[in-house]
């Protein structure tokens, strides 16, 4: 262990109880030392020592007087205010007893590590930085590849000096916080050769949904200070923390990365065939998802952690953790649901922050000398925003900006302000205009820029203590970009999750297609990505996902599909569900499905999904599709697998159907429109298709009774126990086992179904 002095602690000394002493982020570090967890060695200034050198240099009566009377809200004043403080402290001479301390311990430093002027990181670490209740995530300076004891000298100066940034200042302002009871330390530590190899963020949470399950690594080449100033866009990983299997993976564009050059840092081009590769293997996301939980698990809350892989030593090293502000420090039992309700042009995309959506008339602003342009329930529209904007983000309706992640310190000032944002649409500035109306929607993993003000609608369901029923109420959902957001909703599972959206949206190409130009990759690994996401929300509850159901006139929609559908004059009752998947035309597409549920189960580990067969007209029809599941990887001994019930044969033959597959699963619309003969989307019939027609009742009984008379649970899908009164006391006379339904009735359902009981 070093020696520690007055001024200067060593990294290995410190722990959770030294936070007044040398600031959040070095007594984390500490904490991580004492763990199984990579930490770069060095050691921290203290509190004492900045007061220290306040007291001898910084002449602290002249910074009250600066600081005295300010409104944060003055931005021009606040400006002139701050620049002369950091003036001042960089200008300052360093107080002899504290550089001969610093100057020892960087030469004990060198000793260690066998060289003479070792390259160090000297990093901000604010006594009231890092807690639970306050983020003071980037206020404070970072200097990095500091060589040599006056480069070292000059660095903790500026790192001082940054402690009065404009953005500081006015959050202790706005906070409460007294600008003297907050002291600044530095972490000095061995710098990471992250600029041969990569670095990034994570967090220990989904930093948009609050999800608590997935640990969200973002990665790009370098040094990560491009990140976390939002200037690249980086590889974007998701890892389920319970099973360390990996949800999503999206390649970053990563066209720039920053790297040491002559004693200081550079920033440079990334040549294109590194950019189309992942910054990471999967064996490396895995491991910094285990160093996340194992961070999480000690702090006991979500954590906002940084990190590098050194490209000499070949190795993951933690830099940083600190708690996630955003979500960790609410507990709010409260479900928001965002729907755009009109459609719009569409003018713009990109990677959306915020789940949620904002209007209002653009403002586009080149600098922050623009401030007071824009005015209350504007939109911000900029180049890149950092915590320096705050003043004017807080203004605004939503922000869109060219560049940023989802993880820049821009993303999380605007997720901390509640404010949605979509960063990354690289050309915001050049394709709107300044003061046109816009609609900004951030609903989705990919968020969009409308042209006008469209109409939407918030949803908010407070879950309070919703009672348990004896009867399972389910959700139906198609978007995996829901799903981390719907997850705290009280339900039993996801009784149908639908394959064909994650097609449409996700993916936008028939199957045969993709597989013709060699890419079927493509689909496998967008439906993978889809399924487990949904999956991983609701786990370890059941998540039903129906195989592909859609008619041909549907398939031929999709990218190439005229090549390989046949024009039917009924595609209602034509080539569609279980059909397809044992024809010979069709056998290779199916295959693609078989492959990406069995990647979900076996590598993301996600055992608690039921596969359903839609559209089974026949025992002998459902046989043989479970054989071709069994040659496709998903054998029948090792998962459950349910059928839709809704073709009359469903209900006639339900005992034999039970023979065959592990549930039912009603679908109501179909099961009406095939016994009553009812096209269901003739407005002429309209009139004559009813749910709740005797013919539909007295089947849905049927099957129930025959199929608990084989010990097979039966559930519903579909509209109508929302909007046909009295129909979910029905379903419950009949004994039925679950219903599912949309998650915008799903709070509503639950207390019905429990008054009824």
């Known amino acids: 262990m070093g020696t520690d002095t007055e001024y200067v602690r060593w990294l290995e000394s410190l722990d959770s109880t030294d936070v007044a002493a040398v600031g959040g982020k070095s ?21 004492t020592a900045y007061d220290h050198f306040l007291e001898e240099s910084g002449d602290r009566s002249k910074l009250e007087e600066l600081l005295r009377d300010l409104d944060p809200e003055d931005i021009a004043d606040l400006q002139q205010r701050g620049a002369q403080i950091r003036h001042r402290l960089r200008d300052a001479s360093m107080p002899p007893e504290l550089e001969e ?14 060289v003479t002027e070792p390259a160090v990181a000297v990093r901000s670490s604010a006594t009231a930085e890092d807690l639970p209740t306050a983020s003071f995530a980037g206020q404070q300076e970072t200097i990095l590849n500091v060589s040599g004891e006056s480069e070292l000298i000059e660095a903790v100066r500026d790192c001082y000096a940054s402690l009065f940034t404009d953005r500081a200042i006015a959050y202790r302002e706005r906070q409460g916080f007294n600008h003297f009871d907050v002291k600044l330390a530095c972490a000095v530590q061995k710098m990471g050769r992250a600029d041969l190899a990569s670095s990034g963020v994570l967090f220990t949470l989904d930093p948009d949904t609050g999800f608590e399950n997935v640990t969200v690594i973002e990665a790009t080449y370098g040094l990560g200070e491009l990140v976390v100033q939002g200037e690249v866009d980086p590889d974007r990983y998701v890892v389920f923390e319970p099973t360390n299997g990996i949800l999503e993976k999206t390649l970053g564009e990563k066209a720039r990365r920053m790297v040491r050059r002559d004693g200081g840092t550079a920033v440079e081009r990334v040549p294109t065939e590194e950019r189309t590769r992942y910054t990471l293997s999967d064996e490396q996301i895995r491991t910094l998802s285990t160093y996340a939980t194992q961070i999480e698990d000690h702090f006991d809350r979500p954590m906002d952690v940084e990190w590098l892989l050194d490209g000499e030593l070949e190795e993951l090293f933690i830099v940083q953790a600190r708690p996630e502000t955003v979500h960790g420090a609410t507990d709010e039992n409260v479900v928001r649901t965002y729907r755009l309700e009109e459609c719009g042009e569409e003018l713009l995309e990109g990677v959306s922050i915020g789940n949620a959506i904002g209007a209002g008339r653009t403002r586009i602003l080149d600098d922050l000398r623009e401030m007071d342009r824009l005015a209350e ?76 003000r469209l109409d ?94 859609f008619k041909t006139n549907e398939y031929r929609n999709l990218e190439g599909g005229w090549k390989y559908e046949p024009d039917e004059d009924n595609p209602m009752i034509g080539w569609r569900g279980a059909a397809r998947y044992y024809d010979e035309d069709f056998r290779d597409a199916f295959r693609l499905e078989c492959d990406a549920l069995r990647r979900v189960r076996e590598d993301v580990g996600l055992d608690n999904i039921i596969v359903m067969v839609p559209f089974c007209r026949t025992p002998a029809e459902g046989k043989q599709v479970l054989e071709v599941m069994d040659e496709f990887g998903l054998p029948r001994d090792e998962l459950n697998v ?110 019905t179904v429990a008054e009824l009981e």
């Open 456 to 549: 939407f609608t918030i949803d908010e369901q407070t879950l309070g203590d919703v009672p348990e029923t004896s009867t399972d109420v389910l959700l139906i959902l198609g978007d995996p970009d829901q799903a981390f957001s719907l997850a705290n909703l009280p339900v039993d599972g996801v009784g149908l999750a639908r394959e064909e959206f994650i097609v449409t949206s996700h993916i936008g190409s028939h199957p045969l297609e993709l597989i013709a130009r060699g890419e079927e990759e493509t689909f496998v690994d967008a439906l993978q990505t889809g399924i487990a996401k949904i999956a991983a929300a609701f786990y370890p509850n059941r998540v039903i996902v129906r195989l592909s159901d």
């Open 377 to 452: 329930g504007d939109v911000l529209v900029t180049e890149m925003t950092d915590p320096d904007w705050v003043p004017v983000m807080k203004r605004a309706s939503a922000i869109v900006t060219e560049r940023g992640g989802k993880t820049s310190h821009a993303a999380i000032v605007s997720r901390e302000l509640g404010v949605p944002a979509i960063v990354g649409t690289d050309r915001a500035t050049k394709e709107l205009r300044d003061g046109d109306e816009i609609t900004v929607d951030c609903t989705r993993e990919t968020g969009r820029v409308y042209g006008g």
């Open 101 to 114: 301390s610093l100057v020892g311990a960087y030469e004990e430093l060198a000793d260690r590590l066998g």
């Open 27 to 47: 007594a984390n570090l500490g904490v991580l030392a004492g763990l199984d967890v990579p930490v770069l060695p060095g050691f921290s200034t203290t509190a």
């Open 642 to 751: 349910y059928v839709m019930a809704e073709l009359p044969s469903n209900i006639v033959l339900a005992d034999r159907f039970a023979k065959i597959f592990d549930g039912f699963s009603i679908g109501s619309n179909d099961l009406t429109q095939l016994t009553l003969g009812v096209d269901r989307n003739s407005e002429r019939l309209a009139s004559l298709f009813d749910e709740n027609d005797d013919a539909i009742t007295r089947s849905i009984h049927s099957l129930i009774e025959d199929a608990h008379r084989h010990e097979r649970p039966v559930g519903i899908c579909g509209d109508a126990p929302s909007t046909i009164p009295g129909y979910t006391e029905f379903l419950l006379e009949a004994g039925i086992d679950s219903i599912s339904v949309s998650p915008d009735v799903a709070v509503e359902t639950i207390l």
